[in-house]
């Protein structure tokens, strides 16, 4: 029995959507090679709603997959993200950015389902 749920747990493990979070410089450098915009998400730790972006929402299939081929993740902790300059309306808070790192749209605080989520990137992508 411990083996048939190993191996249920395995296949779903190979099939659930998932990305890779840069940090910042990381970001910004991948964004500028690709010429894709950056989706930054401010968190910090013990934030229900940050928990629920990342164990939820970005494990949508559909919205993973946009992210990973059309955006760069960046995840930063709130401390990290004030001293770069951004400011924090809650967490998450997510700024979206160019490939230059340059501010794109408004921020967006608060948390969405992934339905909500990928029609907001997608709004923001085609604005550019």
Known sequence: MKGLIFV????ASLFAADFEWRGYEDGLKEA???KRPIMV??????CITCDYMEDVAFEDEKLAEYIENFWVPV???????IKRGFKAYGTPTFYFLN???????RAVAGGANAKVFLNKLKEVKNAL
């Open 8 to 11: 249920s747990i395995f296949i």
């Open 32 to 34: 500028q090679k690709l």
């Open 41 to 46: 998400m401010i968190s910090q730790k013990g």
């Open 75 to 81: 995840k930063m902790e709130i401390k990290e993200a």
């Open 99 to 105: 490939h230059k790192g340059e501010k794109i749209s």
